[in-house]
Structure formats: C-alpha cells, structure tokens
C-alpha cells in the first residue's frame, strides 16, 4: 500500500486504481500495518483486494516485482482471490 501512497499520479489516479482518497489508504494502511482483524468495511476491503489485485501492473517485469517487494506477483493474486473466498465464506454462514 506505501507504493501507493508514493503514487506520483494523484488523488485521481489513486482513486482510480483503488477507489479511494489519500486519507483513507492511509487509514487502511494503518489498519493494516496494526493488524487489526476486526470492524473491516466493506470499502475498507476493496481497497486492500484492489492494491492486491493491481500491484503487479506497477512493475515491468516479474523480477522487478519480486526484488522491490519479495514475493511473486502471481502471490497477490492469490492473496486477492483468497480475499474475495473468505469474504465469501462468512456471507454464507
């Protein structure tokens, strides 16, 4: 999500690749970085599904991916995807 932040595109871009304001990624992030396992919402949510979702188009290639953040891109879509499942789960109970 600090890539994000860094973003030198703007609010509109950020709000176009997550959905957000720069205040609420930062909320996000500090949710994250504290993590906290409850009172998710669900827009709190796509935020962190989106920046999953979307990292890996901020690298031209995979090895640039994985030496800056240390984990394969096909790892956060599976993160993503994982997200979405869970999500999924506790809406059928």
Request: aromatic share 10%.
């Amino acid at each position: 999500m600090l890539l994000f932040m860094g973003d030198r595109g703007g609010s509109d871009a950020l709000a176009l690749r997550l959905g957000c304001s720069r205040e609420f990624l930062e909320e996000v992030y500090r949710r994250v970085d504290g993590n906290e396992q409850r009172g998710w919402s669900i827009e709190a949510l796509h935020v962190v599904h989106a920046a999953l979702s979307t990292i890996g188009n901020l690298f031209v290639s995979e090895e640039d991916f994985y030496i800056r953040l240390g984990f394969f891109r096909e790892n956060a879509a599976a993160m993503a995807v994982s997200l979405v499942e869970a999500i999924t789960a506790v809406a059928l109970e």
